[in-house]
């Protein structure tokens, strides 16, 4: 069955640093990959969204890779701040136009000060 | 503009017991989700629906029914509370998919349900 993995361990890095979380799926070749933000206690909010044929997007200090033969993508956030400290979920797309995201487990970020 | 609201936001039930989750959207959107998110464990989806009067089964179906009379509105249904279902669930919303342009999902902030 599909799976995604993302790193089940904290990332603590210090402000001003690049943040990079990896995504890694197996057995599956997604048309589209998103990204969602989630703070404690709160849903998931969507941050990008990036398509088999795009290798690489950007908003503002975000930025999302996607390789499909390496079947992962990364996500660097830039200039980091505390603010950004939050959990980080990628999802796969099943098939079809149903909308229906496979999760990852979600990477949890601390910016340090 | 609301988005996506869930109600009750936290909910405590013995084992046998029945409730429904509420998920209103205002973003007239097509498509509607229930999850439920473990620890240790990314987002499950329980059931979904296309559109009104349209329900279909996620990847963990059993143990919960869902209902879409008004397109605003998706109903979550424990028919017997049982302790596995304790979790957090959350409600999510989203334009249709049609033309494979694939849409982000909104979700609501969750239901914490307690099964004792």
């Known amino acids: 069955s599909q799976k995604i993995e993302q790193n089940s361990e904290a990332l603590n890095i210090q402000e001003g640093k690049t943040a990079t979380l990896t995504c890694n799926y197996t057995?599956?070749?997604?048309?589209?990959l998103q990204w969602y933000r989630q703070d404690p206690g709160r849903g998931p909010v969507f941050l990008l969204l990036?398509?088999?044929?795009?290798k690489e997007k950007r908003k503002e200090r975000l930025k999302v890779t996607f390789d499909t033969t390496l079947k992962q993508s990364l996500f660097h956030i830039t200039a980091s701040q505390p603010a950004d400290s939050a959990t980080y979920l990628c999802?796969?797309?099943?098939?079809?136009?149903?909308?229906?995201?496979?999760f990852g487990q979600g990477t949890t970020l601390q910016v340090k000060p | 503009n609301a988005g996506v609201t869930q109600t009750p936001k936290f909910r405590v039930l013995k084992t046998g017991q029945s409730m429904t989750l509420l998920c209103a959207q205002d973003?007239?959107?097509?498509?509607m989700y229930w999850y439920r998110q473990d620890p240790g464990m990314g987002l499950r989806l329980i059931h979904y629906?296309?559109?009104?009067?349209?329900?279909a089964k996620g990847e963990v179906p059993d143990g919960y029914n869902v209902s879409r009379l008004k397109k605003q509105n998706f109903l979550l249904g424990l028919e017997s509370a049982a302790p596995s279902q304790t979790s957090v669930y959350f409600c999510?919303?989203?334009?249709?998919?049609?033309?494979?342009?694939?849409?982000?999902?909104?979700f609501g902030d969750g239901t914490r349900l307690s099964i004792l």
């Open positions: 999510a919303s989203s334009y249709s998919n049609y033309g494979n342009s694939n849409q982000p999902q909104h």
């Open positions: 057995n599956y070749s997604p048309a589209y």
């Open positions: 990036i398509r088999e044929n795009e």
């Open positions: 999802a796969l797309d099943r098939a079809g136009n149903t909308g229906k995201l496979i």
């Open positions: 973003m007239n959107h097509e498509y």
């Open positions: 629906s296309v559109g009104e009067g349209t329900t």
